[in-house]
């Protein structure tokens, strides 16, 4: 596998920071729920500022991704397969904007407070007027946003698997150069 075949190092930086923090971030509200009160909102301030970051490394991710041509599909892939990767990857990149975004926007409508970044400094809240209906709303994307990333993954990751496993032609290996095989 040459470099030509794999993502830049960069993209794979991005790639599995982000992924990581994304786990996280859903971990964090799967525990919070079956926590008492005090210790659930500690548990979601984290959520928030994990949130914002994925909002901030998102960003820069897609002018990394602008800037930097990716790897060609290997040859051997069915032209469906490439076509459900374009719009799972293109889907992926639209929801780690939005579901963030829609949790900022949430609590902005909710409360008018700003997010507490770990303590370290504020993040403003976004200008909207404080509205409970509004923040119902916003909270209701947020979930169906978040629900949808976690259909878009398994397939994703079922798909990077039998790419790899299946098919052999690179798979997992495009995003983790050490699994490559030559
Ligand atoms: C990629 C980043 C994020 C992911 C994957 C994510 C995912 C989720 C999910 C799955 C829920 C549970 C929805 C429900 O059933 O109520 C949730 C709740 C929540 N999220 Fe996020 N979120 C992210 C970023 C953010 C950000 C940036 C904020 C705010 C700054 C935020 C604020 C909240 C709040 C306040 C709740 C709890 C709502 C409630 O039940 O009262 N999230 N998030
Ligand atoms: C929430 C977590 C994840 C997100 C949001 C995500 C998102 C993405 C995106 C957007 C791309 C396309 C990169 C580009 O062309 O710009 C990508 C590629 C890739 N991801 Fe993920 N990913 C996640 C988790 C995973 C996991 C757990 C695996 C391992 C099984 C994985 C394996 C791969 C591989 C192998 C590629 C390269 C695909 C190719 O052959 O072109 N990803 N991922």
Do not use: C
Not at 26 to 54: C, N, R, T, Y
Not at 61 to 72: C, E, G, Q, V
Not at 77 to 88: D, G, I, N, P, T
């Amino acid at each position: 596998m040459t470099a030509a075949t794999r993502y830049n190092s960069g993209a794979i930086a991005f790639h599995w920071i982000i992924a990581a923090l994304i786990v996280l971030n859903f971990i964090a509200v799967w525990v919070a729920e079956d926590m008492p009160k005090e210790d659930a909102s500690q548990l979601m301030g984290i959520h928030k500022a994990v949130g914002i970051s994925i909002l901030v490394l998102t960003v820069l991710r897609i002018l990394w991704r602008l800037t930097h041509r990716p790897p060609p599909f290997p040859e051997n892939m069915k032209a469906w397969e490439v076509a459900l990767a374009r719009v799972v990857h293109s889907l992926f990149y639209f929801l780690m904007v939005a579901i963030p975004f829609t949790g900022w926007s949430m609590v902005s409508a909710y409360s008018g407070k700003p997010v507490s970044f770990f303590g370290l400094f504020d993040v403003p809240a976004l200008p909207y007027r404080v509205n409970e209906a509004s923040g119902e709303i916003l909270h209701e994307v947020h979930e169906t946003f978040g629900a949808i990333m976690l259909v878009l993954l398994a397939l994703h990751v079922a798909g990077a698997l039998k790419h790899h496993f299946v098919d052999r032609h690179g798979g997992l290996a495009r995003m983790i150069p050490a699994l490559r095989r030559d």
